[in-house]
């Protein structure tokens, strides 16, 4: 079957995707993170299952991805031909800031309140020096960009938003690159820059996933990924798309082996852009539709934020003890999946019952935006 569109509800398959490696990612991708625990790898073993679990990393590739795919598209309904007035790209700015990090300063509130009634964890992080100094802590980790000042974060997973932001900003810029000098030379500019002035590679940084973040601008406009799957490489559909199936399938093999090889300080744009983007159209083509799995992954797409940033609370700061005593390590990574996805659906009751997205959209409204409404892509 063609496919027809990559849709919302394809990204939000994507996102149960990456929150499932996530899980994996934080529990096993170092043997530091369960040596005092007694785990069992069965049917596995331990180093297949730390070596995938750190691979894993591109689960941060694939919401980048989905990030730049939408922003673009974003953009597009705004304007065709990407002609924005001041007006118009500024209001765009502010309703994707606001959509972003309404999301997130209500778990941020929510965690200060639950975690200094559990430890006070609040006077730990943040007061370690003066009061006037831990407020201002806490309000740059309010707003999400604790990592591009180098402060101090509530949650070690948090530095996501960092980027996330800056994300939104660089989306038009790049667009504009791209009209102006075309992809390749671009996208050359962004590999070959970094290295002639000596700028390192920094795990989880701006840097590290901005190629693919103009992976997923470029296939927004072109449409590359039903281009991609709906491609055939035999008259006989069904025949093209078994052989598709076989070879992909392989690749995805080789490509894991690729990556592994990698050293990760080097050619980052390989091991979080080119890699993940095939194995990305990989799961759109053959594994998202798949029914049950389908409705599951959508359903954990949907809760991915709240997952992401919640999770390491469970796992790294209270709960550490209870999740890896379940033993295997299949059911750790599905007992934190598991933990995490019932805090986020309480979180999203208390949005209903404080009319949260009602307040957003105040909000939008209240800094001049023409249409105080959010919108998906």
């Given at each position: 079957m063609e496919k027809k569109e990559f849709s919302k509800y394809n990204t939000l398959s994507l996102k149960g995707i990456a929150i499932i490696m996530m899980m994996f990612h934080h529990c096993f991708r170092t043997q530091?993170?369960?040596?005092?625990?007694?785990?069992?790898?069965?049917?596995?073993?331990?180093?297949?299952?730390?070596?995938?679990?750190?691979?894993?990393?591109?689960?941060?590739?694939?919401?980048?991805?989905?990030?730049?795919?939408?922003?673009?598209?974003?953009?597009?309904?705004?304007?065709?031909?990407?002609?924005?007035?001041?007006?118009?790209?500024?209001?765009?700015?502010?309703?994707?800031?606001?959509?972003?990090?309404?999301?997130?300063?209500?778990?941020?509130?929510?965690?200060?309140?639950i975690c200094q009634i559990i430890n006070g964890r609040v006077q730990t992080v943040y007061f370690k020096k003066n009061i006037i100094y831990g407020i201002v802590q806490m309000m740059l980790d309010f707003i999400g960009i604790s990592n591009i000042v180098g402060t101090a974060s509530f949650n070690s997973a948090w530095w996501y938003m960092?980027?996330?932001?800056?994300?939104?900003?660089?989306?038009?810029?790049?667009?504009?690159?791209?009209?102006?000098?075309?992809?390749?030379?671009?996208?050359?500019?962004?590999?070959?820059?970094p290295r002639i002035i000596g700028w390192n590679y920094v795990n989880s940084s701006y840097i590290s996933f901005l190629p693919m973040l103009l992976l997923g601008i470029i296939f927004g406009e072109n449409n590359l990924m039903v281009k991609v799957a709906n491609l055939k490489i035999n008259k006989n559909k069904y025949v093209s798309k078994a052989l598709k199936f076989v070879i992909e399938t392989g690749l995805f093999i080789i490509l894991y082996i690729v990556c592994m090889k990698l050293p990760k300080d080097k050619f980052w744009e390989i091991r979080y852009?080119?890699?993940?983007?095939?194995?990305?159209?990989?799961?759109?083509?053959?594994?998202?539709?798949?029914?049950?799995?389908?409705?599951?992954?959508?359903?954990?797409?949907?809760?991915?934020?709240?997952?992401?940033?919640?999770?390491?609370?469970?796992?790294?700061?209270?709960?550490?003890?209870?999740?890896?005593?379940?033993?295997?390590?299949?059911?750790?990574?599905?007992?934190?999946?598991?933990?995490?996805?019932g805090i986020s659906i309480i979180i999203e009751l208390v949005k209903k019952i404080i009319k949260y997205e009602k307040i957003t959209n105040k909000m939008i409204e209240s800094v001049g935006c023409r249409d105080n409404r959010i919108k998906e892509y």
């Amino acid at each position: 079957m063609e496919k027809k569109e990559f849709s919302k509800y394809n990204t939000l398959s994507l996102k149960g995707i990456a929150i499932i490696m996530m899980m994996f990612h934080h529990c096993f991708r170092t043997q530091k993170l369960f040596a005092n625990y007694k785990v069992s790898f069965y049917p596995l073993n331990q180093d297949l299952v730390v070596d995938v679990s750190f691979f894993f990393k591109i689960c941060v590739s694939i919401f980048v991805f989905i990030t730049g795919y939408g922003l673009a598209l974003s953009l597009k309904k705004l304007n065709s031909e990407y002609k924005w007035s001041k007006k118009e790209l500024s209001d765009w700015v502010k309703k994707r800031l606001i959509k972003l990090l309404s999301g997130y300063c209500i778990i941020v509130i929510l965690s200060w309140i639950i975690c200094q009634i559990i430890n006070g964890r609040v006077q730990t992080v943040y007061f370690k020096k003066n009061i006037i100094y831990g407020i201002v802590q806490m309000m740059l980790d309010f707003i999400g960009i604790s990592n591009i000042v180098g402060t101090a974060s509530f949650n070690s997973a948090w530095w996501y938003m960092s980027i996330a932001i800056a994300y939104v900003f660089s989306v038009p810029l790049f667009i504009k690159l791209f009209k102006k000098y075309g992809y390749f030379l671009v996208m050359a500019f962004v590999f070959f820059v970094p290295r002639i002035i000596g700028w390192n590679y920094v795990n989880s940084s701006y840097i590290s996933f901005l190629p693919m973040l103009l992976l997923g601008i470029i296939f927004g406009e072109n449409n590359l990924m039903v281009k991609v799957a709906n491609l055939k490489i035999n008259k006989n559909k069904y025949v093209s798309k078994a052989l598709k199936f076989v070879i992909e399938t392989g690749l995805f093999i080789i490509l894991y082996i690729v990556c592994m090889k990698l050293p990760k300080d080097k050619f980052w744009e390989i091991r979080y852009a080119v890699i993940p983007i095939f194995m990305m159209c990989y799961f759109y083509e053959f594994i998202i539709d798949i029914p049950i799995i389908k409705h599951i992954l959508e359903f954990l797409g949907k809760h991915s934020m709240n997952i992401f940033l919640i999770h390491e609370f469970l796992r790294s700061y209270y709960l550490s003890d209870f999740i890896y005593s379940f033993g295997n390590f299949v059911k750790i990574g599905i007992m934190l999946l598991l933990m995490s996805i019932g805090i986020s659906i309480i979180i999203e009751l208390v949005k209903k019952i404080i009319k949260y997205e009602k307040i957003t959209n105040k909000m939008i409204e209240s800094v001049g935006c023409r249409d105080n409404r959010i919108k998906e892509y």
